[in-house]
T-cell receptor, first 108, second 115 residues
């Protein structure tokens, strides 16, 4: 079992809708959780971090964490074509471990 | 002024050759990393250095040898290249060693193609 798992997609969402990206992790002692965005041909960039159970909102982005279920999600409201990218979930214990990423396409 | 810069951006080489990738960061960070991203976008850590000291060495063939001459530089040398080494190699840096902030600053990547 991979340490951090994501549905690879592609996930297609109409412009203006909510995009929902999911991630599960296997190591229960993981403490910190992150979402990175990677545009095609570019390097990953950090967009959200979450450390405790519940929701964390930042603009159109909401990260959700459920440590009991070992589950992290990212919601993108009012999806824009510029949100089309691969979204990487990442988890720390002693090092930052990435999932395989979900490719998101926003359809105009 | 680029924060984390890698050279070269593209390498195309034959199997069996040796190649190096250089990385420099001007952010003043103490910790630097090499990550490998395969064709399926899986980003896997290879090495991490903190202030020139090796702190993470994942299960990587010993054909890969990192070298950190100072805390602003982390180079990667690969001997006897194989087809499976084809990937994008990302250098990254972070402000703190334990990276609990999760914030890595990535270079633009070096795409290695082994023929």
């Amino acid at each position: 079992q991979k340490e951090v798992e994501q549905n690879s997609g592609p996930l297609s969402v109409p412009e203006g809708a909510i995009a929902s990206l999911n991630c599960t992790y296997s190591d229960r002692v993981s403490q910190s959780f992150f979402w990175y965005r990677q545009y095609s041909g570019k390097s990953p960039e950090l967009i959200m971090s979450i450390y405790s159970n519940g929701d964390k909102e930042d603009g159109r982005f909401t990260a959700q964490l459920n440590k009991a279920s070992q589950y992290v999600s990212l919601l993108i409201r009012d999806s824009q074509p510029s949100d089309s990218a691969t979204y990487l979930c990442a988890v720390t214990n002693e090092k930052l471990t990435f999932g395989t990423g979900t490719r998101l396409t926003i359809i105009p | 002024d680029t924060a984390v810069s890698q050279t070269p951006k593209y390498l195309v080489t034959q199997m069996g050759n040796d190649k190096s990738i250089k990385c420099e960061q001007n952010l003043g960070h103490d910790t630097m990393y090499w990550y490998k991203q395969d064709s399926k976008k899986f980003l896997k850590i290879m090495f991490s250095y903190n202030n020139k000291e090796l702190i993470i060495n994942e299960t990587v063939p010993n054909r890969f040898s990192p070298k950190s001459p100072d805390k602003a530089h982390l180079n990667l040398h690969i001997n006897s290249l194989e087809l499976g080494d084809s990937a994008v190699y990302f250098c990254a840096s972070s402000q703190v060693r334990t990276i609990d902030t999760g914030e890595l600053f990535f270079g633009e990547g070096s795409r290695l193609t082994v023929l």
